[in-house]
């Protein structure tokens, strides 16, 4: 029993009308997602195609399918714009209206390639061709920049869907030469894999998108808004994940850092000088740490950093430079401003057992530095449970 290729074209019909509703309604719940508005014209695009193919009769004109063809390749177009949108490029709309331009031509053109369906389907297939090879460079940019596992498997995707529409346009050429009718059961092999590639496409569309929104919450929920760095949360997953993986050499330590009279900066130049002041000290802090290491907001005006493999000597002098840089930094947003911070440092011991525990020891390190005058460095040794303190 033979495919039935109306079946077919309802069934694709459905599957676009659907998913372009989807998008539709995601690109008007999220206006500034241009991806979705682009996405969800490739397939009411396609559609459109598809209901022409579906009543288009035993003799069209040339003019019918070269308009029918026509908009298969823009569906295809719109589809590339949206990725390009969605890894952070500008649409090449103009060279897109060109290529569907150059395409109706050379399908309404009274031809050989016009007037024969197997030099039509070669023409086509090679123009889809193009767009998908230029819809996967995108989605590679995409998987590349932002380490997307679904933008990967979708360059995989996209890269077999290539591989499908030169098979099936080869096929097509060779079995349908001039002359040869076209069976019902040849346009239904054609037009069935149709089905498999509208549908993976969409749905590896949406995974994407799902990956990418489900990194910004995940983001979103372990960053300070106000400086950019870790906040609690994140900090202390990053210090979980140094904690683990200490080494018996330099296991690491944390330094609590505390910026000293914030409150007077609030009082006398006001709360958007202080919030200045906190993120010069992320920035400065973000410009001289390692790879490795991690920077966190705390609260308030505490922030932690966490070094990885680092003796106390070494941890002492990454201190001493994160002052440096701080009050250099911070130096240049107000003459009036005097900045200084202290610090706590702990050591992460073998024996360790939690992080809370290694918190706070470099609490009270600090708090030792902010006793004995601010603007210093204190070490807190694990081992002998003494201190050591140095004047930044």
């Given amino acids: 029993m033979g495919v039935d290729p109306r079946t077919i074209f309802l069934s694709i019909m459905l599957i676009l009308a659907v998913m372009g509703l989807a998008q539709l309604a995601f690109?008007?719940?999220?206006?500034?997602?241009?991806y979705f508005g682009y996405w969800s014209l490739a397939n009411f695009t396609c559609m459109a195609a598809v209901v022409l193919l579906f009543f288009r009769g035993r003799s069209p004109p040339l003019w019918f399918m070269a308009a029918t063809n026509t908009l298969i390749v823009l569906a295809w177009g719109w589809c590339w714009c949206g990725c390009q949108v969605f890894s952070g490029r500008r649409p090449r709309l103009r060279l897109l209206a060109i290529f569907a331009v150059s395409c109706f031509a050379a399908f309404a053109i009274p031809s050989r390639i016009s007037e024969e369906f197997s030099c039509r389907l070669l023409v086509l297939s090679a123009a889809i061709e193009l767009i998908t090879l230029a819809t996967g460079w995108s989605v590679r940019t995409i998987a590349r920049r932002e380490h997307l596992?679904?933008?990967w498997a979708m360059y995989l995707?996209?890269?077999?869907?290539?591989?499908?529409?030169?098979?099936r346009g080869c096929w097509g050429a060779m079995a349908l030469r001039p002359g040869v009718p076209l069976t019902q059961e040849a346009l239904g092999l054609l037009v069935f894999p149709s089905i498999i590639i509208v549908l993976t496409l969409n749905m590896g569309l949406t995974l994407m998108v799902a990956e990418r929104m489900r990194n910004v919450l995940l983001r979103a929920a372990d960053r300070d808004e106000l400086t950019e760095v870790l906040n609690r949360r994140g900090f202390k997953a990053e210090l979980w994940r140094l904690f683990r993986q200490r080494n018996q050499t330099y296991p690491g330590a944390v330094v609590l850092i505390d910026l000293d009279y914030l409150k007077v900066t609030n009082d006398t130049l006001g709360h958007?000088?202080?919030?200045?002041?906190l993120r010069?000290?992320?920035e400065a802090v973000n410009?001289?740490?390692?790879?490795?290491?991690?920077v966190g907001r705390m609260g308030g005006d505490e922030f932690a950093v966490a070094l990885a493999g680092v003796d106390s000597l070494q941890a002492t002098e990454i201190a001493e430079r994160l002052s440096a840089a701080y009050v250099a930094a911070?130096?240049?947003?107000?003459?009036?401003?005097?900045?200084?911070?202290?610090m706590g440092i702990a050591m992460i011991s073998r024996d360790d057992r939690s992080i809370n525990d290694l918190l706070a020891r470099a609490d009270k390190a600090l708090y030792k530095a902010k006793a004995a005058g601010r603007g210093r460095v204190v070490v807190w040794s694990p081992l002998s449970h003494d201190s050591t303190t140095l004047v930044v």
Wanted: proline share 6%; glycine share 8%; charged share 15%.
């Fill in 27 to 34: 690109y008007l719940l999220r206006p500034r997602e241009h």
């Fill in 149 to 151: 596992a679904c933008a």
């Fill in 157 to 167: 995707l996209v890269a077999g869907i290539a591989i499908l529409i030169a098979v």
């Fill in 272 to 277: 958007a000088a202080g919030d200045r002041l």
């Fill in 280 to 282: 010069c000290l992320a």
């Fill in 287 to 294: 410009g001289q740490l390692r790879s490795g290491d991690a």
């Fill in 330 to 342: 911070a130096a240049l947003i107000s003459p009036e401003i005097r900045p200084t911070m202290s």
